[in-house]
Each structure stands twice: as structure tokens, then as C-alpha cells.
């Protein structure tokens, strides 16, 4: 069984700041790990992902996140954020060869003019 | 590619009818489908996993006779809840999945189906 840690439950940045969304996991076995990003009132939209290989991954709207297996992370990050980033970032981990998705409880990112 | 639609967006009905939410893979095939279930300003909650022509797995807790899950084609999942009240008033919210192909191993998520039960 896999568990995710979203440490931060509320993160308000100014605009253009970077900012780190944190992730730990937990799993006995090998991981996918993947963020999602959740706008008010619409499913869900995957930002990255990680499977295998190269452990800095890169993924849509500027956002990035690096698999980090000694300390179990996968942190979200983005150098300069903008109004429309404001929104609802979901961590997700599953077991290799497994289909079924174990969430993070979320982080609201709140984007400051 | 790997869009996957829901209908209706938003629903409110009277308590004790049924609803039904569609969720169609528009793209590719989708050998599993899932539904969640969102609460406000909560994560999501796996209800339940379907693959294409057999029955649902339904999560702990989840009662199979109250939200009916149908995968009749690789690009179709129904999910009805029956009798609906007040309390199944939520946010539903299913994903897609391929076992092969380039999609493989990611879940691609519908945009939600707000349902409320008066």
C-alpha cells in the first residue's frame, strides 16, 4: 500500500515568486508518482509525471518536480508564478504495474497580485 | 490526445430518483475507468474501478447496489446512483486508463459532474 503527504495545505506566493509545492510518499514498492493540478470546479488536469529514468521531470506551464527516492519526495516546483497558477495541486503515487491512484490530500496555491 | 468527457456537468434532482453520469474517453480506448468522489475542499475518494465488459471493484465502504457501474465499451462508463439523497450530493469525478500503448500507467480525468440532491 502506498501513502501520500501533501505537508502544506494552504501556500500563498506573491506574483512571479518561485514556489515548492512538497510531496512525500510512502510505498513498499516502486512508485509512479504524478501532480495534478484541480481549477475551481473542473476534474483534473496532469501537470507531470514520473515513471523511470531521469529523476528532474519537467511538465506543463512551467512546473517541474524531481523524484527524490532516499527521501521519498517528489516536490512541485515553478520559478515564477503567475495569477493563473492559482489553483488546487494534487500529489499522486501508485504502485508499478498497479492502476489505482493514491492522493494527497491537496494544496491550495493562492497567487498574490 | 487522452481527453476524456462527462456528462452531465452539473445535476440536481429530487431525492429518491436516480442519476445517471456518463464518462467517455473521447481519444483512445480505455480498458479501465474510476470513479471518485470529491467532498468540498477534500482530495479525491476512489469509489470504484471498472474494466471494459466485467464487473466493478468496488472500494471499501462504497455500496455496489446504490452507485451502479456499467463499462460497456472501451470508451463508455456509466456510473448511476440510485435513490439519490441529500447526503450523495457531491462532486463525482471518473478517469481513464489504457494497460498498453502510450497512455499507459496515467489516469486521465474527466471534468467533474457536481451533482445535488434536494
Known amino acids: 500500500a502506498q501513502s501520500v503527504t501533501q505537508l502544506d495545505s494552504q501556500v500563498p506566493v506573491f506574483e512571479e515568486a518561485p514556489v515548492e509545492l512538497r510531496c512525500n510518499y510512502s510505498?513498499?514498492?516502486?512508485?509512479?508518482l504524478f501532480w495534478y493540478v484541480q481549477y475551481p470546479n473542473q476534474g483534473l488536469q496532469l501537470l507531470l509525471k514520473?515513471?523511470?529514468?531521469?529523476?528532474l521531470v519537467k511538465g506543463i506551464n512551467g512546473f517541474e518536480a524531481e523524484f527524490n527516492k532516499s527521501q521519498t519526495s517528489f516536490h512541485l516546483r515553478k520559478p515564477s508564478v503567475h495569477i493563473s497558477d492559482t489553483a488546487e495541486y494534487f500529489c499522486?503515487?501508485?504502485?508499478?504495474?498497479?492502476?489505482?491512484?493514491?492522493f494527497g490530500k491537496g494544496t491550495k496555491l493562492s497567487v498574490i497580485p | 490526445g487522452a481527453v476524456v468527457s462527462q456528462h452531465p456537468s452539473w445535476v440536481i434532482c429530487k431525492s429518491g430518483t436516480s442519476v445517471k453520469i456518463e464518462c467517455r474517453s473521447l481519444?483512445?480506448?480505455?480498458?479501465?475507468m474510476f470513479w471518485y468522489r470529491q467532498f468540498p475542499k477534500q482530495s479525491l475518494m476512489l469509489m470504484a474501478t471498472?474494466?471494459?465488459?466485467?464487473?466493478?471493484?468496488?472500494e471499501q465502504g462504497v455500496e455496489k447496489d446504490k452507485f451502479l457501474i456499467n463499462h460497456a465499451s472501451l470508451t463508455l462508463s456509466t456510473l448511476t446512483v440510485t435513490s439519490a439523497h441529500p447526503e450523495d450530493s457531491s462532486f463525482y469525478i471518473c478517469?481513464?486508463?489504457?494497460?498498453?500503448?502510450?497512455?499507459?500507467?496515467?489516469?486521465?480525468f474527466g471534468p467533474g459532474t457536481r451533482l445535488l440532491v434536494l
Open positions: 478517469s481513464a486508463g489504457q494497460t498498453s500503448g502510450s497512455l499507459q500507467e496515467t489516469q486521465y
Open positions: 481519444d483512445f480506448q480505455a480498458t479501465t
Open positions: 471498472s474494466n471494459e465488459g466485467s464487473k466493478a471493484t468496488y
Open positions: 499522486a503515487v501508485t504502485g508499478a504495474g498497479s492502476y489505482q491512484l493514491t
Open positions: 514520473y515513471l523511470s529514468g531521469s529523476t
Open positions: 510505498s513498499s514498492v516502486s512508485v509512479y
